[in-house]
Structures are given as C-alpha cells and as structure tokens.
C-alpha cells in the first residue's frame, strides 16, 4: 500500500534524444512522399510543415521489430521499400552485463512514467552477468488464491527487537543507501531525503555529515557513523531515527576510504570538522573496534545518546559474514544491513569492485541460515545491497531470506545516469547527479529529481505487488526465505 | 620491521595512438550549431581550426562515455558505437579492457579507479572464478595501505629445509640453503618476442629498479649488462653451464631448462654451476599434464626453484597435439601441484613460480592463494609499451613502430609504473584479507572463496532436483 504522499506524474528526460536501441536507416530509394510519416504512431519519422523532405528518422522513438506485426509498420508502408531496420550499434556502448542497456532504459521509463514500461522488447528485469539473481526466476504457482492488489502490504518493520525504541515501519522494502555529501550533488542528496519522506522509508547520509538542509527529512534519514567519524556530533545522532554503524562497503571491503585535499572544500571541511585542503583518511576498521565487544560498546554509546533510535550495523560480505551479523545482533543492532561485493560506489580501486568479498547472493542466504539457526533471526531486520537493481533483483533477495534492500544505482539511473563511472575524476559526474562543480551540479532541479524518484519507487513497488498476488500473499513479509519459489535456470532442470 | 618498499612512479604519457573503446562519428545533418561542443566537459567536441564555421572530427580518444553529445545534439547528428579496434582485440583470456587498464597504468602508475560498481561478469574462467576474503570486525589491524602499518610483498627463492636436525649435544646440524629475497612476487620472463637493444636494456633497468629479476636467455646477456647481473636470470640448458661460467659467476640465479633426463642428474647438475657461483637454479618446466608428478620428482631430487610455464593464456600445454585435448586452466594447475606437494609433505622445501596468461595485477595474489609462492609475468610488460596481441586466428604478439626511437629512460619508466600500479593493488588485497606478509598468502584457500564450492553450497543445495 503506498503512503497518501505518493503523487505520480510523468517527468520526461532532461534530454532531447534518448540513447536509441534500433536503428532506421532511410535508403536513396526514398522519394520524400511522407508516407512514414503518416503512418508512424511513435513520431519515428517527421516531415515538418512546407519541407520538400522527410527528416532523418528518430531512432530512439522506434519500437523495433515487435513493429513489424502491425499493420502501420514503416517498412512495409513506404511504397519504395527504402527503409530498414536493425539494431543500433550505439545501443553496445551502454550498458554492462551487469547493467545492460535494456535495464537502463526501463529504468529511465519507470522514471519518467512512474510505471514499468509497456514496450515488450525491453528484458529489463534481469541483467546478463550470468550469475545470482541473473540466473535465479521466480516460480509463479498455476493456481494461487486470488487477492486483491488492493489488499497487499509492503510495509515492513525495521524494529523487531520489542525493547521499548522507536516503532519504525517503512511503507517499501527499499530505502537509499549513503552517498555522502561533496560525492553528490545537493539537488541529489535532497531529492533522495525528499523521496524517502514522500514513500514514507529513509535514506542515508554517507559518511560526510549531515547538512542542515536535510532538517525537514530527519524522520527518513540514517545518519552514518563510519571509521572516519567526520560530522559525527551529539546532535546529529539526536536528530534521526536511525543511526548506521557503516564498517564496510561492498565496493571496496576492507579498504579505507581516502577523500583527497582539492576535494576538501570550505564546506565540506565545515560539515566534517577538518581542516580545508588536508587528506582526509576513513581508515579501515574501526580503530577502537576490534571485537564484538567492541561494537558492542560502540552502540551502547549510541543508544544511551538517542533512547529512542535504532541502530543499523552495515558490513560487507566476508566469509564470515554469518557469524559478524550474529555478532551484531548479540551486540544490540536492529539492522543487519550486508553489502555485497558488486555494489556500487563514488570511487574504489577496481582491483577492489571485482575481487573482493563475495556478491549478495550468497550472503543474504548464509546470513539468513546462520540467524535462524541461532534463533535470532525474528528479532533483526536483515537489508541487502550491492547488486540490487531491479523490482526482481529486490524480491528475489527477499525470497532468499533479505526482508528489504537498499539501492543506491537503481537511484541514480533514475536521475539518468550512464554508468560512465566518471563519478570522481576532474569535474566529477558530466551528468550533474555526482558532481559539485557550480556549472554541472545545476543540471536539474530538486523538483525534477524527486519526481523521478518517486516514479521509479513506485513503478517498483508495482512489480513488488504483482509479484506478490502472482503468489497470492497479502504481505511481502510472506515472502522472506521462501527459497522454494525461485528456480535456478542451471540446477533446476 | 624490514626497510619499507617502494617503487616511484612518474607519469610518463607515451606520444601514440593506442586503443580507443569509442567511436563517435558526426551524421552530414549536424548544422554546426556547436551545441557539442558546449556539453562535452571532456573536450571531445570542437571547431575546425581553419574553418570555425565548421565542427572538426570528434576526438573519441577524450570520450569517457557520458552520452552528453549524443542525447543533447538537436539534430541527433552524433553517433556512436564501440571503437572496431576494441572489439577486434578482444580475445578469450586478454579482454579488450585488460589492454586499457594496463596501458593506463603504464602511463601513471596508479591504481586504477573508477566510480559506480563492478561492471562484469558475474563470474569467469580461471582466476575470474574466485574472490577473495576480507576482514570485518574481529581480526588483527589492517592499516597497511596508507603507509602506517608495514605490508610486505618480499619472496625468497630457494631451497628450504623440512626440519632441523641437532647432533646428540643437541648442536644445529642443519645448513640454512641460499636463498634470494626479493620485494615484489613478481619477476620478469623471458620475452616473448626479439626486442631492440633500448627496450632490452630497459627491460633489464626496470627490473634492477624495482629490485626484481628478469630471466634472459643467455646468448642475449651482452657484456655491458654487468652491472645488472644481480638482477638477470641467465637461462641455459644443461649443457651450457661452463659455456656461459662467465655470466654465472655474477649470478644470484640461473634458469635451466627441463629435460625428462634432468631429474636424476640434478645433484650434479647443482654441484657444477656451485663451483662457478652461489647462484640459486631455476628448473623451468612446461605445464603439460602430469605436471604434478614431475615437480614432485624434481622436489625429491633436490630440486630449488621450480618455474612451471603454461601457455600464453595460461592453460596447460597440449605436449603431444592430443585431439579433443581439454587444457587444465593456470588456477587448477597450481592448486593440483600445490595440494600434492602439501599430501606429500615437501610443499615447504620448494619455490613455485607460476608463468603464463598472468595479465593483471589480481593474478598475482590469487595465484598465490591458489599455492604459487611467486609469478613470472611476459606481455604486460609490452602492453605497457602500446603492444597489442590478437588471440586469433593465432598468436600475435605487435610492438608498436617506431619503439627502437623511445629513449631507454621512458621504457623503463613505463615498465615501473606498471609495477608500482600493480604493488599497490596487491597491497590493496592483502590489506582487505589482513595479511601482513606475501608469504603467508601461499595456499591460503581459506581466504578465497571459490565459485564452484561457493555456488554448490549455496544455490546447488537450494535448487538442485535431488
């Protein structure tokens, strides 16, 4: 059920074109009669008012071969066979297997229209990485018992402890993970808070302190309390509802994290408590933790600071993720928030994004087995990342035994990013989604963004209960650990 | 606490084209409105220079992919696609980003980063089959990266003894064998191609620079190479020891290549070049199948170093053209061999390098996860120089022209970027996984985690039909 503040509206690109998946292409043959023109539903072809000639076709406005069906078909409606049609080789420049350029592109849909998208030759809910979720698919029962969409809830409980603090419920399993400030663009951090209060769930401040311009979000913003400890005070603990033990990131587990001096500026210096222009380091780990115990100590700080808020421990995924998490509910936390190796980041090593630690698949289902066998899994409220990056991705990890996720890429596509991975060097994002140079950080406005969010929210949030009544389930709580609805495409056979 | 490390990196741009991932090309509807030029913060986008009516050809060297240009172009006049040299490159064990990176690391020597997450496959053949470990709360400090703590990537090469044996006093009987330290598991092979007297010479000042070896064959040891013999490998066979006394005599080790006949002369073999030196002897044996066998053999002899070559793409060699033949990949060969070596209790006695197929800087860490305790590395060294190398229809291995001009001085420091980018990154890893020394990095399967057990334990259990 999503909250009263939800309000869909479409809110296009910021851009002219599109990145264009086929490619028309118009032969000599063409003698300019405009019949394709006429026919085009989608605007491919356009001969404006008075011209002797029909425009170079709109290739991104082009439905592809799914087209060739019907009956007002520009290659079969041109009376000199002068058009064709084929895949558009700029559509190979993006995209990734992880990230294919169809996800991309149903991702900037659900964006725009709040809703996934209605072409039918987009295969945007699974990537090609060849692995994890790539492979796993949801086995939907012939005959399940009929509920109402109206009667589903995916609304979760972020305290399961019952000890006395803040009830905390989000109305989406999914809220925004930490991007810290100086590695965003203001209009990003605020319109990811604003989000998050319009959707009634959070985001998270990263590691860079927490600016007063978030003031009116507090109630869906985690605040970050990383190795570095830079814009931790009193008051900002005080401020929130949620507070994150940030130990690692799945992009870069174990390594610290090292903000360069140019990148120091007056502000961001001011919101860190440090002095302009220096380095400054986020060792790895913490150095006042180096057991449980540790932790321990740390989070009773917290909770004896804040009475009411929750705490989140967010680690990465070693092989002994199982028995940190088990650690950390032992310790006090509410969430065991694990982030998997393939996550995303601002900047870390590639060496780093590609070895190091294990991807979330395999993580959320050892955490999961290790907590219940320990009993201790109805009392913590386990949140997957790293590698979740569509309303599949999200049920599928649920079904492995997550009870909710955070995404932070699925977020930036919305606000049309590429995945160029430019995000830190010279001038920063050329896109304006994580730059803070005065000419790109202007690209688009809070208004914008929030929209686009909101949309994408929600178009997830409609697969999410689709998903659910395919199961006939009321709640998305059903569905946790229900391995035994997901296939395998190898071993299931 | 050892001396610490460290290898100097200078950016050493090379005057060149190499290889670019993208093409754009400007459509004959673009209206010179230069539009382009004012949303590419890369500067690949602008005005002819005679003619400033006139947009010149867009330079793809610049592009970092942000589509600006594309989805911004009124006319949609712009178009891109993915570079034909890129794809053409592109092989089945070097993949076209590998050429990238290490051409990008030749030039500045750092480590490469990047924004947003890994963009690959999920997993992959071989050493892409594996990650390794990290660690989370619980375990000893790991603050090596940033210089605070010490990190040490130094090997040594030798022979080791199994135990110590005392007299009945209870007096050391046991000789310690010679053994050579050096600070970086990596050596450098034998090229692979004839090379110019100034890439030569470079070759053999970058290793001397960063305090690592370069196996030679020894007809190619000119005179005036003296002053590096501590840091030349000389490779001979057996028969050219006293030949070639003269290079071994400044020797810290000597490469010899494998016979089948060279096992039980090995004691003679090592009794003959230590009266020319004290130089420690490398026994170079291709990875053929059966492999396992022969190291072990050779461990029983007396064997010091032993170097095992897979092919250029790291699989096992197919000795006898066998049809059908399906080689073992360099990841399986090394675990085989190490896990024999332990089940037989000499693991400990020898040094394994591992050659072959070794393109990046994580080869060299997982290699010695998987049970090497150092590598030997060929062609990134020539990539770092604008090599290219086509996989098929056959091996080919390009120098770029015009090399034998490059002063030796900017060879050299090319090749040492690579090395400082690739010091780094294993410092990196090791500092993740919490391993303060290299050595202890050796069979450490416990810090890596391996798809195949990994995706059975997991998914196999969860969805297989029983």
């Known amino acids: 059920m999503k909250p009263s503040t939800v309000k869909i509206k479409k809110m296009p690109s910021r851009f002219k074109h599109q990145v264009p998946k086929y490619k028309i292409t118009r032969s000599s043959d063409c003698i300019n009669c405009g019949t394709c023109a006429k026919t085009c539903p989608y605007g491919v072809h356009e001969r404006p008012e008075g011209h002797n000639r029909v425009n170079p076709p709109i290739d991104y406005k082009c439905i592809g071969f799914d087209c060739e069906s019907k009956e007002f078909c520009c290659l079969a409606q041109c009376p000199r066979k002068a058009l064709s049609l084929s895949l558009n080789p700029m559509y190979e420049a993006l995209g990734d297997p992880r990230w294919t350029a169809d996800m991309i592109t149903g991702t900037w849909i659900m964006a725009e229209t709040g809703y996934p998208p209605e072409r039918t030759d987009l295969d945007y809910n699974v990537g090609n990485s060849g692995g994890g979720f790539d492979k796993l698919r949801f086995k939907f029962p012939a005959n399940p018992p009929k509920v109402d969409k109206s009667e589903i809830s995916t609304a979760i409980e972020l305290n399961r402890r019952n000890d006395g603090r803040a009830p ?43 600016p007063d311009i978030l003031k009116p979000y507090d109630d869906h913003v985690i605040t970050q309390v990383a190795t570095g400890l830079f814009g931790v005070r009193e008051e900002t603990i005080q401020r929130v509802k949620i507070i994150e033990f940030k130990y690692a990131q799945g992009a870069k587990p174990g390594l610290g994290g090292h903000l360069l001096g140019e990148k120091n500026t007056e502000g961001v210096a001011k919101m860190r408590e ?45 092989n002994d993720v199982d028995m940190v998490a ?168 | 606490m050892p001396k610490k490390y460290h290898i100097h990196p200078k950016v050493t741009p090379l005057e060149m084209e190499y290889l670019y991932k993208f093409k754009i090309t400007r459509g004959e ?64 064990h070097w993949k076209a980003d590998m050429f990238l990176t290490l051409w990008k690391q030749a030039e500045d020597g750092k480590v490469p980063v990047t924004g ?46 199994n135990h110590l044996a005392f007299d009945a006093e209870g007096r050391l009987l046991t000789q310690p064998h010679t053994t050579v330290d050096i600070p970086i598991p990596v050596i450098f092979d034998i090229p692979p191609v004839q090379l110019n007297p100034n890439v030569m010479l470079a070759l053999i000042k970058a290793a001397s620079e960063i305090s690592t070896c370069v196996i030679l064959p020894a007809a190619d040891i000119k005179p005036e190479f003296k002053t590096y013999s501590a840091n030349i490998i000389p490779f001979i066979t057996e028969g050219e020891i006293d030949k070639y006394a003269d290079i071994l005599k400044d020797s810290r080790l000597v490469a010899i290549d494998y016979t089948d006949a060279l096992t039980d002369k090995l004691a003679a073999i090592k009794e003959r070049i230590k009266n020319i030196s004290n130089a420690v002897t490398i026994i170079r044996v291709p990875a053929i199948s059966g492999i396992e066998g022969t190291v072990s053999k050779l461990v029983n002899s007396g064997a010091e170093v032993i170097q095992i070559v897979a092919d250029y793409r790291g ?71 604008g090599a290219r190398l086509y996989e098929e229809p056959e091996k080919l291995l390009l120098l770029p022209d015009g090399l034998e001009k490059l002063s030796v001085d900017i060879i050299t420091q090319r090749m040492v970027n690579l090395m400082g980018a690739w010091h780094s990154q294993i410092l990196e890893m090791m500092g993740a996984m919490g391993i303060r020394e290299a050595r202890r990095l050796r069979g450490e399967t416990g810090r890596a985690i391996f798809f195949e057990e990994i995706d059975e334990e997991t998914f196999g259990k969860l969805f297989k039909q029983q």
Request: hydrophobic share 40%.
């Open chain 2, 116 to 161: 947003a997450g890994y963009r690959g496959p999920f997993t992959g053949a071989g050493f892409d089959s594996m990650w390794t470990d990290m660690s989370e709360i619980v375990r000893p400090t790991r603050d090596g990266i940033h210089g605070r703590e010490y990190i040490n990537t130094g090997v040594e090469l030798g022979r080791k003894h």
């Open chain 2, 315 to 385: 699989l096992e060699i197919n000795k006898d053209k066998e049809a059908n033949f399906k080689p073992r990949l360099m990841k399986d060969i090394i675990r085989s061999i190490h896990l024999k070596l332990v089940e037989e209790r000499i693991r400990d006695e020898i040094t394994l390098i591992f050659s072959g197929g070794i393109a990046m800087a994580e080869h060299v860490p997982k290699l010695m996860l998987c049970g090497g305790d150092l590598t030997a590395i060929d062609i990134p060294l020539f990539i770092a120089l």
């Open chain 2, 29 to 92: 509807n673009c209206i010179n409105c230069g539009r382009c030029t004012k949303v590419c913060i890369y500067e690949a986008h602008k005005r002819r220079k005679g003619d400033r009516r006139k947009m010149a050809d867009p330079n793809t060297a610049v592009c970092r992919n942000c589509f600006r240009c594309i989805q911004e172009c009124p006319r949609g006049a712009l178009e891109k696609s993915l570079h034909q040299d890129y794809v053409n490159i592109s092989g089945s």
């Open chain 1, 168 to 210: 905390v419920v989000i109305s989406t399993p999914v809220y925004g993970g930490g991007m810290s400030f100086g590695s965003v663009s203001l209009s990003t951090m605020v319109s990811k808070a604003h989000n998050a209060a319009i959707w009634n769930t959070f985001t998270c401040t990263g590691e860079g302190g927490f």
């Open chain 1, 274 to 318: 440090a002095v302009k222009g220096t380095s400054l380091f986020s060792p790895f780990p913490f150095h006042s933790v180096y057991s449980i115990e540790d932790h321990k100590k740390h989070i009773d700080w917290i909770k004896q600071m804040n009475p009411i808020a929750l705490v989140s421990v967010k680690v990465s995924t070693p």
């Open chain 1, 326 to 493: 088990v650690g950390s509910y032992y310790a006090g936390a509410h969430i065991i928030h694990i982030d998997g190796g393939y996550g995303g980041t601002g900047a870390a090593p590639d060496i780093a994004k590609k070895n190091i630690a294990m991807p979330i698949e395999y993580a959320i289902v050892k955490v999961h087995n290790f907590l219940k066998a320990e009993g201790a899994r109805d009392a913590v409220t386990l949140i997957a990342s790293g590698g979740i990056r569509t309303a599949h991705d999200l049920a599928k990890a649920i079904c492995l035994g997550a009870d909710g996720a955070v995404i932070g890429t699925a977020e930036m596509v919305s606000l049309e990013c590429v995945r160029c991975g430019n995000c830190e060097s010279g001038r920063g994002c050329a896109r304006g989604i994580a730059s803070t140079d005065s000419e790109l950080a202007d690209l688009f406005t809070e208004e914008w963004a929030t929209q686009r969010l909101t949309n994408m929210y929600n178009a997830w949030n409609y697969q999410l209960v689709e998903i659910l009544q395919k199961f006939g389930m009321k709640s998305v709580k059903e569905l946790v650990g229900r391995t035994d609805l997901l296939e395998h495409i190898d071993y299931s056979k």
